[in-house]
Structures are given as C-alpha cells and as structure tokens.
C-alpha cells in the first residue's frame, strides 16, 4: 500500500514539474498497476491528411510505439509507396507505419498487429503523398522519440 502512495506522489508532484501530464506520455512510460498490454515509449503526434477523403479512415494507435490503421472504403485502393491497402468495407483495418530508410527517404510498411519498429533517436517529421484512384494524398505526422528509459 505504501508504495502505491509513493507511485502517485510521484505522478502528481514530479510529472507536472518536468511540464508532463500522465496523459501526454505513452503507455509504456507510466507505471501501471497490473498487467498491461501497451509497451510503447514513443508516439506519433500531430497526425495531419490531405485532403481529407471522407471514404478512407486513418487513426492513431500508441499501445506499443505508434501505428497508423487505415480502413479503405473508397472505390479505389490506396497506395502508399510500395505497399497496397485495397478496399475493405467492414474489414478489419490495416496498420502502417512510416519510417525513414538507410538513406533517409520516408517510405511506409505494415506493422505488425499494433507494434511499430522505427524508433527515432530524435522526434521525426515524416511526410509520404500515395494516391487513391487518381487523387494524391498526403501522410504527415511527427514520430517522437523515447519519451521514458
């Protein structure tokens, strides 16, 4: 019992004097009282579309590290660089990532499920156009860098 006291005084007094909330930091960086199936210590931010297509959905997800799912409704598939999302009505959604390659070109990927593999040392302005049918769409969203040890 004592040490969940310490573990909210820390949340309440220290947090906010580093100017961090709870909330603003990843699942992966806050102490949870039971098993917990969100790792992540990164995140994406400030997630932007253009233009927005009201037949193709894209969200956030930050439980390990910061994915995007895209559910395609549109009559067209979209692409995205080298990967495919075809369209899918009620279909389960398709999780991308994008990340920086050897020579710093942003590309995009699948995730696996929930789980996102690049880790940048700094926060990463990533920007990617694909298209769907013969429109351009643009992908842009800040990817941070660990925001805990």
């Known amino acids: 019992m004592k040490s969940l006291r310490k573990i909210g005084l ?3 007094f220290i947090l906010p004097s580093l ?3 709870a909330e603003d930091l990843p699942p992966g960086c806050v102490k949870q009282l039971g098993p917990g199936g ?6 994406i ?3 932007a579309v253009s233009p927005a297509l009201s037949c193709l959905h894209l969200a956030v997800n930050n439980c390990n590290g910061g994915v995007v799912t895209v559910q ?3 009559t067209s598939s979209f692409v995205l660089g080298e990967i495919k999302i075809d369209v899918k009505a009620m279909a389960p959604k398709d999780s991308i990532e994008l990340f920086r390659n050897a020579s710093g070109a ?3 990927k699948f ?3 929930n789980f996102a593999s690049y880790s940048p040392a700094k926060d990463d302005r990533l920007s990617i156009e694909g ?3 013969n429109v351009n769409v643009r992908i842009q969203y800040t990817k941070t860098k660990p925001l805990c040890e």
Not at 38 to 43: D, F, T
């Open 10 to 12: 820390i949340v309440l």
């Open 111 to 113: 995730s696996s499920g």
């Open 72 to 74: 395609n409704e549109c």
């Open 38 to 43: 969100c790792l992540g210590k990164s995140r």
């Open 45 to 47: 931010e400030s997630i």
């Open 106 to 108: 942003v590309k995009a």
């Open 131 to 133: 298209k769907v049918g």
């Open 19 to 21: 100017g961090l909330a």
